[in-house]
């Protein structure tokens, strides 16, 4: 079969995806919706969140309190009409996947627990232990099995979207299985591949998490919005990149230097360990320069001191923080400190979106880590994340059905077979069927990881930034002399590396060129030479668009309705 | 950390090629604080861009990494290598499973049994969304342990049923079908015992108990079977012996 | 294209693989055992029933060295087939008595207990007492 059509096709069977499906789904029972994963559903990155998600429940709380925190946390670069948008539905999500089964961590009273985080005035996330995305994602995939009009397209990587005229049409993908390419028609197509994290050598993401959706997007004309504000998570286990979730510091755990001191005391005396992440990976990091960290094998490191919560705490709300210690640092945290140090965990920008995921093109929407809507603004606070997939993927899933209803006609057939066979020669005769290069796919990926990591981290500055942007232009040259070994069609993971890392590098380049341009630090973009926030000049988003040579940086207005931008104080 | 060698030697399939699978080694450098996963990318990325298999999150909680590490069904992302390392790790795809490619295996059919034993809530009225379902900590312990499966099918490679018997519903989806029957705001046990005392239910099951020996999670499958036949063969003798209260 | 996947197919000596499958065929072996002397006693009824010289040629068939041996090794099937339910009764709780499931080795430890009493009280009715 080279050809389908469906009148809605996602993209990335995560939380994100799964719920717009689902919601879809609800929305118009007659509607064919296609699920097109490069990986099964339930390997999703979403399986490894681990803290919680946040809602307003509880009297002592307010949607203005959570709007607040999370304005306040992205430094006022979130789109204050979105966030609005955004708290008011995160309660009614928690209590539908509570209702599909999701197994929410209870108090004695029966009633959904709330745990403090970072960044968040009162507590207001809700967990599941410390598996919150593993009971998420599987509650959300085994519901999604509820509906027999989604379809699921198991291991079909989207290698581009089908574009008619001016609007998008669906996607053409590789069916890892059969080898070869299908053309999927649709009236509405939702991108929900997640973020980008392996375009850094040291992350908390799967090695699924390539950018796809990202490209895709851009390389239709869509621009990526906020590329430059990149999450690095403080507690990371150091040589994997594990990610030790903030729930371990929310329960009370500490942050501690070589001399044992609670070091967040010279950076955040008023919030401490839970202040926003931005902030607390900066401190890492100068904690280090200033000499007093650890040194191990994988460099230098903090540690993560979890010991006066006592083991009945830590196995009964951090049970996997333990386990992971135990295996992956041979350690056990109720009698050591954890080590851990910063690295790339979340992409706060994305595909460019509006509150209901529509992009610019007509038919494309996004959502999840993969769109920028935006409501994490220039830092994500903890636990919005999640919440975010979820409120996002219904309403895009329903703004899908809105949209389709209006459409009258799928694609027609004669654009799909042109766009098919251009894609077959671009992917088979291109790429895959390049004789001899020179160049390997892991030692291009392994050189971008490394730059980016070193001149695109943390702190960055003029020099290091043009550098990356150059460098990047040089390995997109090496790139086309990347020839592959396996010449196999069925389940060629080499091919499917090669158009992971084409995306990479595309995305990469967004988020070094977007990161030069913005001459001021906020939140999580730190630029040593611009050390000050400077809302005169870029209280605005970033939009990278793409071109044949250098991304275009254009720039947007931040939407501001009630929170006046003040300094970021905690 | 001095560098060590060992050999790795996996099995390898490629059906354009390839009319059965075939044993390749390579000679790798390892670490102490390497797993099998390790090993495996550093021959795709260095050596043999060919060899192909499954991974995501290398951390335990995807599922995608199951393969037979010297003969018993592992995760590779959480087995050392100098905890295997016996001079030669030998790498297999999962038992009891068409292989796709290399390690790459066909599990599609697990897929469809675990939709066949309604892995959701089933209930009549559903309320509002303006409220949780009370459930307290109670009544979670009672069905936590089979909420953990990750789906890797290492349980389904270590069970000799499933290696025989194709149409066994097999230990995970068996194990998630009781922790929908034991979720307190489930109603759908009778559909799902329906589906179960059948023989491609859990009465093909004999009590092997490799299911949770393997198990990376600790599901227990092999004491959700047995429960299952407990709870299947009591529906059954109250059907037949109360019909009048069976359906209710 | 004719590439497909490789099929899978059960190893003929799949139980030798590792030592709990080889310790599953002998329990199960056990239960096929344990039916094939039920047959013998069977007989044993129906020799005593034909009379005392029927019975006295089925006991001495029983004496012979070939026969002990048989028992011998039927025995030991039975009470590794015994010993290896017993401590599977733990690993399978459908009730729940107490609040946490029972560990296996106490499970296992109180049916071993009843079992040899049960077995003693047989023994000491058959061999003299009452």
Same mark, same amino acid.
């Given at each position: 079969m080279e050809r389908a059509t469906y009148d809605i096709v996602v993209v990335g069977g995560g939380g994100a995806g799964l719920r717009a499906a689902i919601a879809a789904a609800e929305a118009d029972p007659s509607l064919t919706i296609a699920l097109v994963s490069k990986v099964y559903p339930m390997r999703s990155h979403t399986v490894s969140a681990e803290g919680g998600t946040a809602a307003v429940l509880r009297d002592y709380d307010s949607f203005e309190l959570h709007a607040l925190d999370t304005i306040k946390g992205s430094d006022f670069l979130a789109d204050q009409d979105a966030v609005e948008f955004f708290v008011q539905r995160c309660p009614e999500e928690i209590y539908q996947l509570e209702h599909w089964g999701c197994p929410w961590s209870r108090d004695p009273d029966g009633r959904v627990s709330q745990r403090a985080f970072g960044g968040m005035s009162v507590k207001r996330t809700v967990f599941a232990a410390d598996k919150v995305g593993f009971h998420i994602l599987h509650t959300l995939f085994q519901t999604s099995m509820k509906y027999p009009q989604i379809h699921r397209f198991d291991e079909y990587f989207v290698t581009t979207l089908l574009v008619d005229g001016n609007a998008c049409a669906g996607v053409i993908a590789l069916d890892l299985r059969g080898g070869q390419m299908i053309a999927i028609g649709a009236k509405a197509t939702i991108l929900a591949t997640g973020g980008c994290g392996r375009v850094y050598e040291f992350t908390t993401n799967g090695f699924i998490k390539t950018g796809d959706g990202m490209a895709l997007a851009y390389r239709a004309g869509v621009p990526l919005k906020d590329m430059e504000m990149v999450q690095f998570h403080p507690t990371c286990l150091p040589g994997t990149g594990i990610l030790i979730t903030e729930a371990a510091r929310g329960e009370g755990g500490y942050l501690i230097n070589k001399d044992g001191e609670r070091y967040m005391q010279r950076y955040l005396p008023g919030k401490m360990e839970l202040g926003p992440r931005d902030i607390l990976s900066r401190s890492m990091i100068m904690e280090m320069k200033a000499g007093r960290a650890f040194k191990g094998l994988y460099g230098e490191y903090l540690g993560l001191d979890l010991r006066h919560l006592g083991e009945a705490t830590i196995d009964k709300k951090l049970p996997m923080v333990r386990e992971l210690t135990e295996k992956y640092m041979g350690l056990d945290p109720i009698n050591e400190p954890i080590p851990v140090r910063p690295g790339q965990h979340y992409m706060m920008g994305g595909v460019s979106t509006n509150i209901r995921g529509e992009t610019a093109v007509p038919g494309l929407y996004a959502v999840g880590e993969t769109a920028c809507v935006s409501i994490n603004g220039a830092n994500r606070l903890g636990s919005n994340s999640l919440s975010e997939c979820l409120v996002f993927g219904t309403a895009t899933g329903r703004a899908a059905v809105e949209f389709v209803k209006k459409k009258p006609a799928f694609p027609g057939a004669a654009t799909i077979r042109d766009a098919l066979k251009k894609e077959e020669a671009r992917v088979f005769d291109g790429l895959f069927g390049?004789?001899?290069?020179?160049?390997?796919v892991a030692g291009v990926r392994v050189e971008m990881q490394q730059l980016m990591e070193r001149d695109v981290g943390i702190f960055r500055e003029t020099t290091a930034l043009s550098d990356a942007c150059t460098k990047l232009a040089n390995l997109r040259e090496r790139f086309s002399q990347v020839a592959l070994t396996d010449k196999d069609r069925v389940f060629n993971t080499e091919l499917t590396a090669v158009l992971e890392l084409d995306f990479m590098l595309d995305v990469a380049t967004a988020i070094a060129h977007s990161a030069l341009q913005r001459k001021e630090s906020r939140g999580a973009h730190s630029r040593t030479d611009f050390p000050d926030r400077d809302d005169a000049n870029f209280l605005k988003h970033s939009l990278a668009f793409r071109t044949d040579g250098a991304p275009r940086i254009d720039y947007a207005p931040v939407t501001i309705t009630k929170w006046q931008p003040v300094e970021r104080k905690y | 950390m001095a560098d060590r060698d060992v050999v790795f030697r996996v099995k390898r399939y490629r059906p354009e090629k390839d009319s059965k699978p075939s044993y390749q080694r390579y000679r790798i450098p390892y670490r102490d604080d390497m797993v099998v996963l390790d090993g495996l990318n550093y021959i795709k990325d260095t050596m043999d861009p060919t060899l192909t298999f499954r991974w995501s999150c290398?951390? *335990?909680? $995807? *599922?995608? $990494?199951g393969a037979n590490v010297n003969g018993q069904p592992k995760l590779t992302c959480g087995t050392y290598i100098r905890d295997v390392h016996r001079g030669v790790v030998t790498v297999d795809p999962l038992t009891n499973f068409p292989i796709i490619k290399d390690l790459v295996v066909d599990f599609d059919d697990f897929l469809n049994k675990l939709a066949s034993v309604k892995p959701y809530i089933v209930r009549e009225d559903w309320g509002d969304l303006t409220k949780e379902y009370v459930q307290y900590p109670e009544d979670i312990e009672a069905y936590k342990q089979q909420s953990m499966c990750i789906n890797c099918m290492l349980c389904y490679a270590a069970c000799p049923v499933v290696g025989a018997n194709p149409h066994f519903v097999g230990p995970a989806a068996a194990a998630l079908a009781l922790r929908y029957i034991r979720d307190s705001r489930d109603e759908g046990a009778d559909a799902r015992l329906e589906r179960l005392n059948t023989k491609s239910g %859990?009465?093909?099951?004999?009590? %092997? *108990?490799e299911c949770s020996v393997v198990c990376p999670k600790d599901v227990d499958p092999a004491g959700a079977l047995q429960t299952l036949k407990f709870l299947a063969t009591m529906r059954h003798m109250k059907r037949l012996l109360m019909p009048k209260m069976a359906s209710r | 294209m004719t590439a497909r996947p490789y099929p899978w197919k059960r190893p003929r000596g799949w139980w030798l693989r590792n030592p709990r499958y080889l310790s599953f065929q002998l329990r199960e072996a056990g239960g096929v055992v344990s039916a094939l002397y039920g047959l013998i006693l069977l007989n044993m009824l129906l020799q005593l029933r034909a009379g005392e010289s029927a019975y006295t040629a089925f006991l001495d068939t029983m004496r012979t060295p070939p026969m002990l041996y048989v028992n011998l090794v039927l025995f030991g099937l039975v009470v590794f087939h015994a010993v290896s339910w017993f401590m599977l009764i733990g690993k399978a709780q459908p009730i729940r008595f107490t609040e946490k499931p029972i560990p296996w080795k106490s499970a296992f430890a109180v049916n071993l207990v009843l079992w040899l009493g049960v077995s003693g009280a047989v023994v000491y009715l058959i061999f003299g007492g009452l």
């Amino acid at each position: 079969m080279e050809r389908a059509t469906y009148d809605i096709v996602v993209v990335g069977g995560g939380g994100a995806g799964l719920r717009a499906a689902i919601a879809a789904a609800e929305a118009d029972p007659s509607l064919t919706i296609a699920l097109v994963s490069k990986v099964y559903p339930m390997r999703s990155h979403t399986v490894s969140a681990e803290g919680g998600t946040a809602a307003v429940l509880r009297d002592y709380d307010s949607f203005e309190l959570h709007a607040l925190d999370t304005i306040k946390g992205s430094d006022f670069l979130a789109d204050q009409d979105a966030v609005e948008f955004f708290v008011q539905r995160c309660p009614e999500e928690i209590y539908q996947l509570e209702h599909w089964g999701c197994p929410w961590s209870r108090d004695p009273d029966g009633r959904v627990s709330q745990r403090a985080f970072g960044g968040m005035s009162v507590k207001r996330t809700v967990f599941a232990a410390d598996k919150v995305g593993f009971h998420i994602l599987h509650t959300l995939f085994q519901t999604s099995m509820k509906y027999p009009q989604i379809h699921r397209f198991d291991e079909y990587f989207v290698t581009t979207l089908l574009v008619d005229g001016n609007a998008c049409a669906g996607v053409i993908a590789l069916d890892l299985r059969g080898g070869q390419m299908i053309a999927i028609g649709a009236k509405a197509t939702i991108l929900a591949t997640g973020g980008c994290g392996r375009v850094y050598e040291f992350t908390t993401n799967g090695f699924i998490k390539t950018g796809d959706g990202m490209a895709l997007a851009y390389r239709a004309g869509v621009p990526l919005k906020d590329m430059e504000m990149v999450q690095f998570h403080p507690t990371c286990l150091p040589g994997t990149g594990i990610l030790i979730t903030e729930a371990a510091r929310g329960e009370g755990g500490y942050l501690i230097n070589k001399d044992g001191e609670r070091y967040m005391q010279r950076y955040l005396p008023g919030k401490m360990e839970l202040g926003p992440r931005d902030i607390l990976s900066r401190s890492m990091i100068m904690e280090m320069k200033a000499g007093r960290a650890f040194k191990g094998l994988y460099g230098e490191y903090l540690g993560l001191d979890l010991r006066h919560l006592g083991e009945a705490t830590i196995d009964k709300k951090l049970p996997m923080v333990r386990e992971l210690t135990e295996k992956y640092m041979g350690l056990d945290p109720i009698n050591e400190p954890i080590p851990v140090r910063p690295g790339q965990h979340y992409m706060m920008g994305g595909v460019s979106t509006n509150i209901r995921g529509e992009t610019a093109v007509p038919g494309l929407y996004a959502v999840g880590e993969t769109a920028c809507v935006s409501i994490n603004g220039a830092n994500r606070l903890g636990s919005n994340s999640l919440s975010e997939c979820l409120v996002f993927g219904t309403a895009t899933g329903r703004a899908a059905v809105e949209f389709v209803k209006k459409k009258p006609a799928f694609p027609g057939a004669a654009t799909i077979r042109d766009a098919l066979k251009k894609e077959e020669a671009r992917v088979f005769d291109g790429l895959f069927g390049r004789e001899r290069g020179k160049e390997t796919v892991a030692g291009v990926r392994v050189e971008m990881q490394q730059l980016m990591e070193r001149d695109v981290g943390i702190f960055r500055e003029t020099t290091a930034l043009s550098d990356a942007c150059t460098k990047l232009a040089n390995l997109r040259e090496r790139f086309s002399q990347v020839a592959l070994t396996d010449k196999d069609r069925v389940f060629n993971t080499e091919l499917t590396a090669v158009l992971e890392l084409d995306f990479m590098l595309d995305v990469a380049t967004a988020i070094a060129h977007s990161a030069l341009q913005r001459k001021e630090s906020r939140g999580a973009h730190s630029r040593t030479d611009f050390p000050d926030r400077d809302d005169a000049n870029f209280l605005k988003h970033s939009l990278a668009f793409r071109t044949d040579g250098a991304p275009r940086i254009d720039y947007a207005p931040v939407t501001i309705t009630k929170w006046q931008p003040v300094e970021r104080k905690y | 950390m001095a560098d060590r060698d060992v050999v790795f030697r996996v099995k390898r399939y490629r059906p354009e090629k390839d009319s059965k699978p075939s044993y390749q080694r390579y000679r790798i450098p390892y670490r102490d604080d390497m797993v099998v996963l390790d090993g495996l990318n550093y021959i795709k990325d260095t050596m043999d861009p060919t060899l192909t298999f499954r991974w995501s999150c290398r951390m *335990g909680i $995807c *599922g995608s $990494c199951g393969a037979n590490v010297n003969g018993q069904p592992k995760l590779t992302c959480g087995t050392y290598i100098r905890d295997v390392h016996r001079g030669v790790v030998t790498v297999d795809p999962l038992t009891n499973f068409p292989i796709i490619k290399d390690l790459v295996v066909d599990f599609d059919d697990f897929l469809n049994k675990l939709a066949s034993v309604k892995p959701y809530i089933v209930r009549e009225d559903w309320g509002d969304l303006t409220k949780e379902y009370v459930q307290y900590p109670e009544d979670i312990e009672a069905y936590k342990q089979q909420s953990m499966c990750i789906n890797c099918m290492l349980c389904y490679a270590a069970c000799p049923v499933v290696g025989a018997n194709p149409h066994f519903v097999g230990p995970a989806a068996a194990a998630l079908a009781l922790r929908y029957i034991r979720d307190s705001r489930d109603e759908g046990a009778d559909a799902r015992l329906e589906r179960l005392n059948t023989k491609s239910g %859990v009465w093909e099951c004999t009590f %092997v *108990g490799e299911c949770s020996v393997v198990c990376p999670k600790d599901v227990d499958p092999a004491g959700a079977l047995q429960t299952l036949k407990f709870l299947a063969t009591m529906r059954h003798m109250k059907r037949l012996l109360m019909p009048k209260m069976a359906s209710r | 294209m004719t590439a497909r996947p490789y099929p899978w197919k059960r190893p003929r000596g799949w139980w030798l693989r590792n030592p709990r499958y080889l310790s599953f065929q002998l329990r199960e072996a056990g239960g096929v055992v344990s039916a094939l002397y039920g047959l013998i006693l069977l007989n044993m009824l129906l020799q005593l029933r034909a009379g005392e010289s029927a019975y006295t040629a089925f006991l001495d068939t029983m004496r012979t060295p070939p026969m002990l041996y048989v028992n011998l090794v039927l025995f030991g099937l039975v009470v590794f087939h015994a010993v290896s339910w017993f401590m599977l009764i733990g690993k399978a709780q459908p009730i729940r008595f107490t609040e946490k499931p029972i560990p296996w080795k106490s499970a296992f430890a109180v049916n071993l207990v009843l079992w040899l009493g049960v077995s003693g009280a047989v023994v000491y009715l058959i061999f003299g007492g009452l």
